[in-house]
């Protein structure tokens, strides 16, 4: 009988990918986790090494990277960006500070992961944009929900042409934790932080699934918004001024005639986190529900009349995407995975120097829609979207 043996893992060959973290609040703690899953589920071509992250407050910041699993904490961006051994920066901060750190990352040639939107208007976004390109390094926005397994395989499935023309889109994102009066202000309720409320919020995850998932270009749009609380507490016994949207809903014409509906909503009351794409093509639809992530509604107008009906497939099986990596077959994943998706898939076309999308470029195409629906408020009509 063999001899028992014990040994310590054997030092991991693979060149360190150094990640820098800026925020370590919702976002942060998604992209942590991200990081330490892809390690340990996906056979990757570097080493992740969460090493420093980055806060406002040294205790807060020390106790999150602590509890994140990150080499260290500091307040100091700036040291941050001047350390030659971080290769990457996660920008997961409030969007009025993506274009400020994320041009900094890039005057450093850092590798950026920028969170959504990924500016506060599509001057900022084109400037970012410009910049990567200039310095040739690999950027992307976290629209993590093209990385569900489910939107994965829908995109595959449209990919083929196996719905034909698509010819509507509608598109809904809805949650209710703004419903009551009482619920906090925040920076994601004033318009100097974030640009924008549920629009920039939940139509930027809609506007970029759309993209993504048909290859449709928007040619115009026309929205209509509404705050339904003006006024906040803002945690000090006063209030606070909301001059953002609780609810933003914006008509869609796309290049080639396609048409669509979209609807982001934070006082939708009784709707969680109700991300829902339907797509109409010439010869079937598809239906995905952020609630039911692992789940693809299919209807194929071939089938035969006497069977025909929306079929629900659980995206689990080791032919879908991402799922053999994770478990066998039909044991579902969640919300977090779409995030260790996305890194899984920036390492892999960083280290091959093959395209990951959506890059900076996609960012800008959702910002000029974002942009143009709320012109469309001011002038009370349809506005081109830009080029
Ligand atoms: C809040 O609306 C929020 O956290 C968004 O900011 C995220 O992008 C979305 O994925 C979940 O809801």
């Known amino acids: 009988m063999a001899r028992p043996a014990t ?37 990757l071509p570097r080493r992740l090494v ?36 971080i290769d990457v920066v996660d920008v997961a901060t409030p969007n009025d500070s993506h274009h400020r750190i994320t041009m900094a990352a890039l005057r450093r040639q850092k590798h950026v992961l920028c969170e959504k939107p990924l500016a506060l ?30 939107v994965a395989l829908a995109a595959r499935i449209l990919g083929r042409g196996d719905l034909g023309e698509v010819r509507q889109v509608r598109a809904v994102y809805l949650q209710d934790w703004l419903r009551d009066g009482a619920a906090p202000a925040s920076w994601r309720t ?109 209807f194929t107008a071939d089938d035969g009349a006497d069977v025909q009906g929306f079929r629900t497939i659980l995206c689990m099986d080791p032919g879908h995407p991402y799922a053999a990596d994770w478990w066998p077959d039909g044991h579902t994943i969640g919300y977090e995975h779409t995030f260790v998706h996305h890194v899984v898939d920036f390492v892999r076309a960083l280290h091959d120097g093959t395209p990951f ?3 900076f470029a996609d960012g800008v195409a959702v910002q000029k829609v974002l942009d143009a629906a709320l012109q469309s408020i001011g002038k009370g009509g349809w506005i081109k979207v830009g080029r």
């Open 190 to 298: 004033s318009r100097r932080n974030c640009g924008s409320g549920a629009h920039g919020d939940l139509n930027a995850h809609l506007i970029d699934l759309v993209r993504a998932l048909t290859g449709l270009e928007f040619d115009a749009v026309c929205g209509v918004q509404q705050t339904f609380t003006r006024q906040r507490p803002d945690g000090q016994g006063g209030s606070s001024k909301v001059d953002v949207d609780d609810a933003f809903c914006f008509l869609a014409r796309f290049r080639g005639g396609a048409i669509g509906t979209f609807e982001a909503s934070r006082v939708a009351t009784g709707r969680k986190n109700h991300n829902c794409i339907e797509i109409s093509g010439s010869k079937g639809a598809l239906r995905w529900n952020l609630e039911r992530l692992n789940e693809l509604e299919l």
């Open 50 to 85: 969460p090493a420093v992250l980055v806060g406002r407050d040294a205790a807060r910041a020390a106790a999150a990277a602590r509890q994140l699993g990150f080499l260290r904490s500091t307040t100091d961006l700036d040291a941050v960006l001047a350390d030659p051994a």
């Open 357 to 359: 999308r959506p890059d």
């Open 7 to 43: 040994s310590d893992a054997a030092p991991d060959p693979r060149p360190a990918l150094q990640i820098a973290m800026i925020g370590h609040a919702f976002m942060g703690r998604a992209h942590a986790n991200a990081y330490r899953q892809a390690n340990h589920f996906f056979d």
């Open 121 to 150: 208007s599509t001057e900022q976004a084109l400037e970012m944009a410009a910049l990567a390109r200039k310095q040739r390094v690999r950027v992307a926005v976290w629209h993590n929900y093209r990385r569900a397994p489910a």
